[in-house]
């Protein structure tokens, strides 16, 4: 499963941004799927996953309310509405993708997108 993220770029607080997760293969509706982000000198962290299905979500208490993770299996595209953004959301954003169903884990996922830019200014 090859995986390309897009959709980052500068926004002021407030604003919205949608990030986008593009995978090659027919096996992407049998893999759930996550998005985590990571700043300089900070792990990796997780921010939201959704099952093969698209019934079940998860999310970070820090983005609740504010985030929300969808997916279309007829494009293999997974998706990331980001709303009320504020200025510690800026991070590079990565897609990634499991069959183990352990949303929360960085080790969990086999495959990782190379990662998305997104800067939100105060």
């Known amino acids: 499963v090859q995986l390309q993220a897009s959709g980052g770029g500068l926004v002021q607080a407030g604003g919205s941004l949608r990030l986008s997760c593009a995978t090659s293969?027919?096996?992407?509706?049998?893999?759930?799927m996550g998005w985590f982000r990571q700043t300089p000198g900070k792990e990796r962290e997780f921010v939201s996953g959704i099952n093969w299905s698209g019934s079940r979500k998860y999310y970070a208490d820090s983005v609740k309310g504010r985030f929300t993770i969808s997916r279309d299996n007829a494009k293999n595209t997974v998706y990331l509405q980001m709303n009320s953004l504020k200025p510690e959301d800026t991070a590079v954003y990565y897609c990634?993708?499991?069959?183990?169903?352990?949303?929360?884990?960085?080790?969990?996922?086999?495959?990782w997108g190379q990662g998305t830019q997104v800067t939100v200014s105060s």
């Open positions: 990634a993708a499991t069959n183990n169903g352990n949303y929360y884990l960085e080790r969990s996922y086999g495959y």
């Open positions: 293969g027919r096996t992407f509706s049998s893999y759930a």
